[in-house]
């Protein structure tokens, strides 16, 4: 194998869909921020996913609505008094 092609930070990760509050462990090197106390009473990190496999409809054969407006009516006013805030 090639010398320095995998990267250093190559660990365990727990990724979490918190729509359908399902977690998974796997290898991963993302960064993340936030951990978690796996089953087996470890600390990892944890990997938020808005949507995975347990919840997209192409997987659950179940369609899901979506809250769009809403999503962005809290981004507006999470930025509303920002300099990227829309001028009107």
Do not use: Q
């Amino acid at each position: 194998m090639k010398k320095d092609t995998h990267p250093e930070n190559y660990r365990l990760v727990v990724f979490k869909d918190f729509s359908a509050d399902e977690a998974f462990l796997s290898r991963s090197c993302a960064n993340t921020r936030d951990t978690i106390v796996w089953e087996d009473g470890k600390e990892y990190p944890l990997v938020k996913l808005e949507i995975s496999s347990k919840s997209h409809p192409f997987f659950t054969g179940k369609m899901k609505f979506v809250d769009t407006a809403g999503r962005i009516d809290k981004f507006n006013k999470k930025f509303a008094k920002t300099r990227f805030a829309k001028e009107d």
